[in-house]
């Protein structure tokens, strides 16, 4: 088996997004962020936005905080016949040094940091799969 095509966004984070004292962001704009990788997968291998149907798994692992920048990561690792079983990771590759002398002063993570990281499955009913829209993805199916 050929190893799954991957996606990446890259976001940052927005003071817009604190929820939380000290500038920390809710847990639910990472799951956000991985719905919206989990549209891409689909469109890419269905041409359809599909779905979420469930997450079996989800972990957050590390804090965000307004003006991180994060990378998130999916992948199709299981395809069924309008099943779609994906995985999703989050990193933290750039954060907000000091907020409190420097507010504009960031760092870039010399490795980037796990923050999340889940499993879920979407659905493309069959009437709706038009075939791949990248050719990358032609491989990949099943």
Known sequence: MTEPKKLMLRVRISTHDVHYGG???????VT??????????????????GLFAAYDMIEFKAQLCAGDFL????????????????????????????????PSACNMLSEPL???????????????????????FAENRG
């Open 32 to 49: 956000k962020l991985f719905g919206d990788v989990a549209t891409e997968l689909l469109i890419r291998h269905d041409g359809d936005e």
């Open 71 to 102: 990378e998130i990561w999916g992948w199709i690792d299981r395809v069924g016949r309008t099943s779609r079983h994906m995985q999703f990771e989050a990193y933290k590759v750039i954060t907000n040094a000091e907020m409190d002398k420097c």
């Open 114 to 136: 796990m923050v999340a990281r889940a499993s879920g499955t979407c659905v493309v009913p069959m009437h709706l799969q038009r075939g791949s829209q990248d050719p990358d």
């Open 23 to 29: 500038g920390l962001v809710d847990g639910a704009l």
